[in-house]
């Protein structure tokens, strides 16, 4: 699975902003599909997966404001972050893995990426 992520950008705290990951190969709905995040000098984070049959997890640090959502037919998933604060300034990674678990390595597929900044 190919993945090419977009939608970042900088916002002001409080605001809103949709990344989007779109898929390609015919494996894709097969696949568990998430986000992932890293800050300056910080380890890369699991913000959340969904399974193919669209179960999801989150951070704890989520406490409700972002969604993800996915859509098979479109080979894309979706993550609406709302309520930023300046602490989710990092790069967004979608990752593809094969089976259920989003932390596994197992046929891992990485986005390049995309910077999302908060401002106070």
């Known amino acids: 699975v190919q993945l090419q992520a977009s939608g970042g950008g900088l916002v002001q705290a409080g605001g809103s902003l949709r990344l989007s990951c779109a898929g390609s190969g015919s494996t894709f709905s097969y696949t568990a599909m998430g986000w992932y995040r890293q800050a300056p000098g910080k380890q890369r984070e699991l913000v959340t997966g969904?399974?193919?049959?669209?179960?999801?997890k989150y951070g704890d640090f989520v406490k409700g404001r972002f969604t993800i959502s996915r859509d098979n037919a479109k080979n894309t998933v979706d993550l609406q972050l709302t309520n930023l604060k300046p602490e989710d300034t990092a790069i967004y990674y979608c990752?593809?893995?094969?089976?259920?678990?989003?932390?596994?390595?197992?046929?891992?597929?990485w986005g390049q990426g995309t910077q999302v900044t908060v401002s106070s």
């Open positions: 990752k593809s893995v094969r089976g259920p678990r989003i932390e596994t390595t197992f046929g891992a597929s």
């Open positions: 969904v399974t193919s049959g669209g179960t999801t």
